[in-house]
C-alpha cells in the first residue's frame, strides 16, 4: 500500500520554542492531508485538514495561529507548533487519502511524531 | 454532530479466544465505517471497512457488519492471535471524497499465549 512518513518521530524542546513536524506522501499524490492529535490512552482527534494551494481547514476549538499548517506540495504538509507549552506535549499523526476519480480509497497514516515540551 | 463509542478496554483474552469490540456510531447521513488497527510503534492501518447498510468488511480473519437499524460495527474474530495484540479504533467518514473520519476512543486488545 502507499506510505506516509512523518518526520521527526519524536522532538523534545523547551517551553516557548516552535517546532515544525513534516508529513509526506512517498509514492502518491494528495491535495488534502489530515493532522490528528492523540493523547495517550485517548482516541485521534482531527486538528485540521491541510489543502494544496490554498488555506487549512481547522476543526473547532483548534487555534489556527498556534498550529501553523502549510502545504506546501503535493505530497508534503507541515504542522508548525508556535510558542510551544507543555499542554501541547502529545502524539500528532498525519493521513494522507489516496482518490480514484476524485472518491476516496483510503486512508494512509503516517507513525506519528510524539512532541514533548518541557 | 457525528461520534463513535466504543467499549472500553483494555480487553485481554487468551490465544484462540473469541473476540468482540463493540463499536456504536451517531451520523446525520450515510456514513462509511472502519475498523484501523494500531500496532505498538506503527502508524495506524486499515483492518476492514464497509460503506452502506449490511455490508461485511472482513480482513485476516476479523469481520464486522454495518448494521443501521442498531447503528453498530463490532469487530469479531473467531480466534485470536498473540500477534493481533495491538489498539483497535472504529471511525466513521461521511464524506467518501473529502476523506475527515471521526475515531472512536479506541480500545486495547491484549492476547496472552
Known amino acids: 500500500g502507499a506510505v506516509v512518513s512523518q518526520h521527526p518521530s519524536w522532538v523534545i524542546c523547551k517551553s516557548g520554542t516552535s517546532v515544525k513536524i513534516e508529513c509526506r506522501s512517498l509514492?502518491?499524490?494528495?491535495?488534502?492531508m489530515f493532522w490528528y492529535r492523540q493523547f495517550p490512552k485517548q482516541s485521534l482527534m482531527l486538528m485540521a485538514t491541510s489543502n494544496e494551494g490554498s488555506k487549512a481547514t481547522y476543526e473547532q476549538g483548534v487555534e489556527k495561529d498556534k498550529f501553523l499548517i502549510n502545504h506546501a506540495s503535493l505530497t508534503l504538509s507541515t504542522l508548525t507548533v508556535t510558542s510551544a507549552h507543555p499542554e501541547d506535549s502529545s502524539f500528532y499523526i498525519c493521513?494522507?487519502?489516496?482518490?480514484?476519480?476524485?472518491?476516496?480509497?483510503?486512508?494512509?497514516f503516517g507513525p506519528g511524531t510524539r512532541l514533548t515540551v518541557l | 454532530g457525528d461520534s463513535v463509542t466504543q467499549m472500553e478496554g483494555p480487553v485481554t483474552l487468551s490465544e484462540e479466544a473469541f473476540l468482540t469490540i463493540n463499536c456504536t456510531y451517531t451520523a446525520t447521513g450515510y456514513p462509511s465505517l472502519f475498523w484501523y488497527v494500531q500496532y505498538p510503534g506503527e502508524g495506524l492501518q486499515l483492518l476492514l471497512k464497509?460503506?452502506?447498510?449490511?455490508d461485511k468488511g472482513s480482513n485476516k480473519g476479523f469481520e464486522a457488519t454495518y448494521r443501521k437499524e442498531t447503528t453498530s460495527f463490532h469487530l469479531e474474530k473467531g480466534s485470536v492471535q498473540v500477534s493481533d495484540s495491538a489498539v483497535y479504533f472504529c471511525a466513521l467518514s461521511e464524506d467518501n471524497q473529502g476523506g475527515k473520519l471521526i475515531f472512536g476512543q479506541g480500545t486495547e486488545l491484549s492476547v496472552k499465549p
Open positions: 509514492d502518491f499524490q494528495a491535495t488534502t
Open positions: 493521513s494522507a487519502p489516496t482518490r480514484t476519480g476524485g472518491f476516496l480509497d483510503e486512508q494512509f
Open positions: 464497509a460503506t452502506k447498510a449490511d
